[in-house]
């Protein structure tokens, strides 16, 4: 199995424009995000997918591997096409390119279950919820699966209803997504769906298609922090600072 490793990178942002470029305590995040995924052990290639010439030119000068796509992609997924149709991989992993604190354990954790299931075309992960404000935040995605661990749904509201409290749990969906490649050229074709549109969520299409998909919940400590604003790039500064300073 040739596992591939796809970063997509967009330069414009609504609320921090270039933050792949953003300097981290003396590198791009693009670079922080690419090193951290290096660690992985079962990803054969890593590529960042850009629309911006300056952020191939910034993972080039530290010696990744970026490639250029249209600048009309909807969204990180169809990047991700673009970069994997013309590669002879088998698995397909979409790593965001904003998480320069992810650990590469979880994304072993995502492939994983690929490997082991030649007839599973999807795979994602989440963590339990602990906190009540995360449950109710429609920032927070939220996930429900069967006995088996394959996805039932995906929500931005806070499921499950928790009329009896005994068993209950929720979890949140971690954006690593893992495909077949085969299914990944097939998916961003579908139209978008009912409940995709609804909730803003492209993973629902899958769901919405009757196709299985896999979440795995991770087994080690989440500390993932999505940079989207200029408050969550200065925690993100200060967490590596006092990690180099360890």
Do not use: W
């Not at 995040?29 to 590529?47: A, D, G, T």
């Not at 960042?48 to 009309?72: C, H, L």
């Not at 299985?212 to 993932?224: F, H, L, N, W």
């Amino acid at each position: 199995m040739f596992v591939l490793g796809i970063i997509p990178a967009r330069f414009g942002s609504s609320r921090l424009e270039g933050k792949p470029l953003k300097d981290i305590c003396g590198k791009p995040m693009i670079q922080h995000v690419y090193e951290r995924v290096q660690l992985s052990k079962l990803l054969n290639e890593i590529i960042v997918a850009t629309d911006d010439e300056r952020i191939v030119t910034a993972v080039k000068n530290f010696g990744g591997n970026a490639q250029m796509t249209s600048v009309n992609h909807k969204n990180g997924t169809d990047r991700i096409a673009e970069v994997a149709k013309n590669i002879a991989a088998d698995i397909v992993v979409n790593i965001q390119g904003d998480e320069p604190l992810i650990d590469p354990r979880m994304i072993d954790e995502a492939i994983q279950p690929m490997l082991e299931d030649k007839d599973l075309k999807a795979c994602t992960l989440c963590r339990q919820i602990l906190s009540e404000d995360d449950i109710q935040s429609p920032h927070v995605v939220k996930t429900l699966f069967d006995l088996h661990g394959n996805a039932l749904l995906f929500s931005r509201a806070p499921v499950p209803y928790p009329r009896n409290r005994e068993l209950y749990k929720s979890y949140e969906h971690i954006g690593v997504y893992v495909y077949r490649k085969e299914f990944l050229m097939q998916y961003v074709t579908m139209p978008q769906t009912p409940l995709e549109i609804t909730e803003s969520l492209e993973q629902l299409r899958i769901l919405e298609n009757g196709i299985r998909m896999k979440v795995v919940e991770v087994t080690i400590p989440y500390e993932g922090l999505s940079v989207d604003t200029q408050e969550d790039l200065d925690r993100v500064r200060e967490i590596i600072k006092q990690r180099n300073n360890e």
